[in-house]
């Protein structure tokens, strides 16, 4: 059975930093594109980032680019997101997913984790 389960979520003030942690299950981990994507009330899901297998590829969308980073574990099957300088319009459910290849659309997804970013 899959598995993506998101933690590290929560409210943080303007400026604040969060690491979102996505621990995987079911699948062969190490061989999968891992994403995290984000959808605010009202506005739609949008790619945050996304990295290679092998970690040795990643892409950072532009409205996070130098604060968000993204990394993975293939020991432990766990993806992560440092989120740091956070801003209110980064207030969204981050969810986690995997899919084959560079551009195909996730095969798998978690059930997602709020972050809210509010003084």
């Known amino acids: 059975q899959v598995q993506l389960v998101e933690s590290g979520g929560g409210l943080v003030q303007p400026g604040g930093s969060l690491r979102l942690s996505c621990a995987a299950s079911g699948f062969t981990f190490s061989s999968y594109i891992m994403l995290w994507y984000r959808q605010g009330l009202g506005k739609e899901r949008e790619l945050v980032a996304r990295?290679?297998?092998?970690?040795?590829?990643?892409y950072i969308a532009d409205s996070v680019k130098g604060r968000f980073t993204i990394s993975r574990d293939n020991i432990r099957s766990t993806l992560y997101l440092q989120m740091n300088n956070l801003k209110p319009e980064d207030t969204a459910v981050y969810y986690c997913?995997?899919?084959?290849?560079?551009?195909?659309?996730?095969?798998?997804w978690g059930q997602g984790t709020q972050v809210s970013v509010s003084s």
């Open positions: 997913a995997a899919a084959r290849t560079w551009r195909s659309d996730p095969e798998y």
């Open positions: 990295i290679s297998p092998g970690a040795v590829s990643t």
